[in-house]
């Protein structure tokens, strides 16, 4: 593996990788042999057979960090009751290895009232008490918590306790390692229709496994606007017509998927989640008794984070969008002074739009830079808050260095044939740098994978004889230096511009749906690929919705009937239509066929329900049992006072 004990430790991904495949390959041997002898005393190595021991945390020490600082740590994180392995294999290498007992876990579930289903049907936070209640037919004890939760678990009664150590600089590092059994659950699979959903909840949480689920639903949606597409094309469909259909479609669509989220955080116990919820890990304040819990929790005045937000935020949020917009402009500057130097005819028409295309998407880079630092100074409490905060500077900002100038070639100069242009050589830049980024580490992966086995070593022998458990150290060593994996922030960021590119100005870009189908077909198996093989495996969050993107999408979809009416109403024929049937009043047209479809996709929203009925149920099924348990408990008080 390295070199030496003094060398920085590996970055690369092609080893982890081949340490994977080889790790793999003997775990099957093992299970296999498992299952046919019932157990694995057949094997000889000991340490093959350890390595069925769950390690679910491993904490990595700076070398800053001396021995006694790693044994403090230990000493703090036993308290709790967890199991742990330390691990001094050099001055530069030091880990500690956290697991816990079955009972242990159970109770750190019950102290994070996590909501699990009842024998009875109904969602309820789990009680240490009864458990025998979770137990569903032909489930066992261990099933009652999935992987995603036990590292979680471990993590939010760890980290706060050992919060002055990393501070202080000791430690480096902690993650949970990935199963590498599991990993094998979601390679790309031309026999699988479906993402299985599940399975990346169960592995990633709820956060990931809802996007991965919003991607799947709206790659599904998109063959519909697609296949109108190349009916619009081919059958120059009236403009009325696209525009009512991208209505119907975009309002059904977010309807439909709102439903099919409501019905996932169900299933997953995170749909009744509050503002209340836990402090994200980044929230700073000082220790108060909770006013509803009396629990001692971080706070921080409100007022400031409203000062911050009001007084120094939104105006440099102001300043960019200012900029974003001159530098649009400035582009339609440059195309006449180069029209009037050059013609028509020159080829050098073509670099203003290539440059301002390529800016868009260095302005996206470094403003998504500078919205998550303001947002930072915000301070806010809970993730959801922090995210839908960071998302509203994001969008006002996207909207206009992506679309304003397609809106002012549309409204100003109303030109249809040059928004064509813009429009598809702006979408075809932004797919590249899309591609780009999701293929560029895999393919290079791929391409410098059969020169792996020379690089790959042994461990030294004197390396050796310091640790424990090879498989679990190599295993550390290797997703130790993998890139840490932040969020879905970027990944909805993309396909939220996407979505923006497709249905904006549907009206003369009848092939952006096709497009954007085709690319989030390879998209979402790269972004799993990558999740797997490329990061550390995240600690998993808890989310009950796609959070501000659905408003984002939301706001994208007005955006676009209005955009789409106001293209109808550029048509020559259309505006004689009008002038000759209102003269006196043509403009007021517009107003009224918008308002119609506004109206349209209101009683669309109205007509479809946000929640099934079935969870609607659920839930009032478990606010029904709560009272009935209350009304026990005051009964069986009353009776023992009498007594």
């Known amino acids: 593996m390295s070199e030496d ?8 991904i092609i080893e982890n990788q081949l340490f994977r495949r080889q790790r793999s390959l003997k775990l099957e041997a093992l299970q296999r042999q498992r299952s046919q002898h019932g157990t694995i005393d057949v094997i000889d190595d000991d340490e093959e057979a350890e390595t069925f021991g769950k390690t679910y945390i491993v904490i990595i020490f700076t070398e800053k960090a001396k021995l006694r600082h790693c044994q403090d740590v230990e000493k703090i994180i036993q308290e709790f009751d967890i199991q742990t392995t330390l691990e001094i294999v050099s001055k530069t290498e030091k880990y500690l290895y956290l697991s816990a007992s079955l009972d242990t876990l159970l109770r750190l ?46 993590k939010d009664v ?83 017509l696209v525009c009512s259909f991208y209505v119907v479609w975009t309002t059904i669509f977010l309807e439909l998927w709102k439903r099919r989220c409501a019905g996932l955080s ?31 929790t971080l706070h921080y005045p409100m007022r400031y984070t409203y000062l911050q937000m009001y007084c120094i935020s939104y105006p440099v949020v102001l300043g960019c969008v200012v900029a974003a917009a001159w530098f649009a402009l400035y582009q339609f500057q440059i195309e006449a002074e180069v029209l009037a130097d050059f013609g028509a005819d020159s080829w050098l028409l073509y670099i203003p739009v290539i440059v301002q295309s390529m800016l868009i998407a260095i302005f996206s880079w470094a403003y998504e830079k500078l919205a998550t630092f303001l947002t930072n100074l915000e301070n806010h409490r809970t993730r959801s808050q922090y995210e839908r905060h960071r998302v509203n500077k994001l969008m006002l900002f996207e909207i ?41 580490i895999p393919l290079m992966a791929v391409l410098r994978q059969k020169y792996a086995k020379y690089r790959h070593k042994e461990i030294e022998p004197e390396k050796l004889r310091s640790i424990s458990n090879k498989p679990r150290y190599e295993q550390a060593f290797y997703e130790s230096g993998l890139d840490e994996y932040h969020s879905t922030y970027e990944d909805y960021l993309q396909v939220c511009i996407q979505f923006g590119y497709v249905v904006l100005f549907a009206a003369v870009a009848p092939f952006a749906a096709i497009g954007a189908l085709i690319n989030n077909v390879f998209a979402v198996h790269i972004d799993m690929f990558k999740l797997c093989n490329i990061f550390k495996r995240p600690f998993g969050r808890r989310a009950k919705n796609i959070g501000a993107w659905q408003l984002a999408f939301e706001l994208l979809s007005v955006m676009s009937l209005l955009s789409n009416c106001g293209l109808l109403f550029l048509q020559p024929n259309v505006k004689q239509f009008f002038a000759h049937w209102l003269p006196s009043i043509p403009d007021l047209s517009f107003v009224i066929f918008e308002h119609l479809l506004l109206g349209l996709k209101f009683l669309i929203h109205k007509v479809i329900h946000e929640r099934p009925r079935w969870v609607r149920i659920g839930l009032l099924k478990a606010d029904y049992e709560t009272s009935q348990a209350l009304k026990q408990l005051k009964k069986f008080k009353a009776a023992n006072k009498m007594a």
């Not at 304003?404 to 109303?414: M, P, R, T």
Request: glycine fraction near 6%; include cysteine; aromatic fraction near 14%.
């Open 5 to 12: 004990a003094k060398s920085p430790r590996t970055r690369n």
């Open 109 to 154: 579930a019950d102290a994070a009232e996590l909501e699990k289903m009842t024998t009875t049907g109904s969602m309820q936070k789990f009680n240490y008490g009864c458990v025998s209640d979770f137990l569903l037919p032909g489930m066992t004890q261990e099933q009652i918590l999935h992987y995603c939760e036990t590292p979680v678990l471990i």
């Open 158 to 240: 760890v980290e706060p306790a050992i919060r002055s150590y990393i501070q202080k600089g000791y430690i480096e590092d902690m993650f949970p390692l990935h199963d590498i059994l599991y990993l094998d659950r979601f390679h790309f699979n031309l026999k699988r229709t479906t993402l299985p959903i599940e399975e990346i909840r169960n592995y990633f949480g709820s956060s990931i496994g809802l996007y991965f689920a919003f991607i799947e639903f709206y790659t599904k949606a998109l063959i519909f606007p697609a296949v109108f597409g190349i009916l619009q094309s081919l059958m120059n469909l009236n403009l009325s």
């Open 266 to 296: 169900y299933r997953w116990g995170t749909i009744e989640m509050s503002s209340l919820d836990k402090p994200r890990a980044g929230y700073q304040g000082q220790l108060k008794p909770d006013p509803i819990t009396g629990k001692m």
């Open 400 to 440: 206009v260095n992506n679309f304003f100038s397609q809106f002012y070639i549309a409204f100003v100069l109303q030109d249809l044939k040059q928004l064509k242009y813009q429009l598809m050589m702006q979408l075809l830049i932004f797919q590249l740098v899309c591609i780009a980024q999701e293929i560029g």
